[in-house]
């Protein structure tokens, strides 16, 4: 029997491999489109015809683009994520203290938004039609109908316009001690948890009110057992796995999520770099930087799965 | 969106739900659509004129919505804005929701390889962040209307395949439809008459979510400057060039952004307050 739950996360890890080329790929032929010769625009206008020629020849950009695909993909293997077009540095280089910078909002939010969002789910589907529910029901639907963008502004306009507590924009090489690190990442990490909170809130209360409904739930209320007890001991175990599910799913908008927030904050992070990337149309970076964040993705979204194959009992 | 408008009305009259969110709601997506559709006739001035001597100017007679930051008309520009911001999504669900539902039931039916390779294919395509993909594609081909909607609608192809699929795979293993299998009728006419009329509700409801997120997408796009290029512009835009009056609380920032969340959250709360019949899966 446990071979099976074994055999069915193999396959599951075998399709992420899969799908992570596909993805590879399609980032890689995607930028291949970006407008504009590299060698020209690297020369500037005043380039000649000879030198551009000389500089696509340099770069392989004549080559077939299944082998330049073919050379990146090695050159990522050894760890080589290629040189960036614009200042010629190592892209790796390039990332690595940014990659960081966003692993550290990433995590921040995560350790804020994940009890938040369930303490904030679970109770409102124990006090199902209560007050309390209610607000927490039409509260994340609220978040989660408008753009990231407006959750942002709305926090600059509360946090940093009326109320003059924080300041607008980050900058994290500033940070001295405890108060400024506070101040430099609470906007960024305000508005990625709202974000981020409402759909894990979401998906809980509605993962609990589906093991609420099941008729052992309804057996531990006819025999007398306390709602805290019936919804901690007889419920909340049965809804782990579609709960921890729900967390890596929700934790998969941070991706879209950071985007706009580094943009919105200028936070020195991975996708403020990539955005800057593609207006210079930086090749090598935008790549990798699109591929970290897939990279990203898949992770999440594949261990979401793998959670709630192992969470099945029938497959057990 | 406007058929699942259509659906819950026609409930509510035969007196099934009737539900006042429901209705608030619905009437909110039918005057955006009123002001997609005539925007242009009604707007007080040429979105393009500047009417107003200081910019960021307050809300007052005659210019209703305050004015930009160059001093031009805040309520015609929103109200043109519906247009591009309903139009572009609309018309990207539209072509997303086809695409994937006609694809999505014919892997159903048929099955076999087919099925395996468009699933794989489409789960991948899955597996790239929206926003990512928006990114890359609009910077490579640059941003133009049909390029927008075209972007769009593919990144929600994967979502809507997926969801039809699931949906025509029950219906699949019913004995009707192996009765008809046995009359000897054409995949299309399996899908068009024995799966589709038994899954139109969900997929409609599925309609007017994913209808939400390509309107949500499409304004983070253009917040970015990676949307509508000016003259054009949508709600996001609108949010984006005016970002400048933020600290004076100015209404060309505020006006946008709330006409963006009047329309996401009513269509969200118009499929929430569905009745159950058409929002579940198996209806």
Sequence with gaps: MKSGVLNLVLKRLAV?????????????????????????????????????????????????????????????????????????????????????????????????????????????????GSFFDRAVTILSIGVISVPEFMVATLAVLLFAVYLRWLPALSSVNEAHSLADLVRIFAMPVITLTFVISAQMIRMTRAAVIETLSTPYVEMALLKGASRSRMVLRHALPNALGPIVNAVALSLSYLVGGVIIVETIFNYPGIAKLMVDAVATRDLPLIQSCAMIFCLGYLLLITAADIVAIMSNPRLR | MTMARAVSSRRSLLGHSYNLVGVVASLVILAWTLVAIFAPYVIPHPIGDIVDDDYFGPMRQGLWLGSDYLGRDMLSRVLMGARYTVGISLAAVSIACFSGVVLGMIAAVTGGWLDTCLSRFLDAMNSIPSKLFGLVVVAAVGSSIPVLILTLAVIYIPGAYRFARALAVNINTMDFMTVARVRGESTVYLIGSEILPNIIRPVLADFGLRFVFIVLLLSGLSFLGLGLQPPLADWGALVRENIGGLPFAAPAVIVPSLAIASLTISVNLLIDNLPQKIRDRDA
Excluded at chain 1, 46 to 66: F, K, Q, S
Excluded at chain 1, 70 to 86: E, V
């Design chain 1, 16 to 128: 992420a491999v899969v799908t992570l080329l596909i993805v590879l790929f399609a980032v890689f032929f995607a930028t291949s489109m970006l407008p504009g010769d590299t060698a020209s625009i690297l020369l500037g206008q005043a380039a000649t015809p000879e030198a551009v020629a000389g500089l696509r020849e340099a770069m392989h950009l004549n080559d077939p683009a299944i082998l330049r695909f073919l050379r990146w993909l090695l050159g990522l293997l050894h760890g080589d994520l290629g040189t960036s077009y614009a200042n010629e540095m190592p892209v790796a280089a390039l990332i690595g203290g940014r990659f960081v910078n966003t692993m550290k909002l990433a995590g921040i939010t995560t350790l804020i938004s994940v009890p938040l969002a369930l303490t904030l789910g679970i109770t409102a589907a124990m006090l199902r």
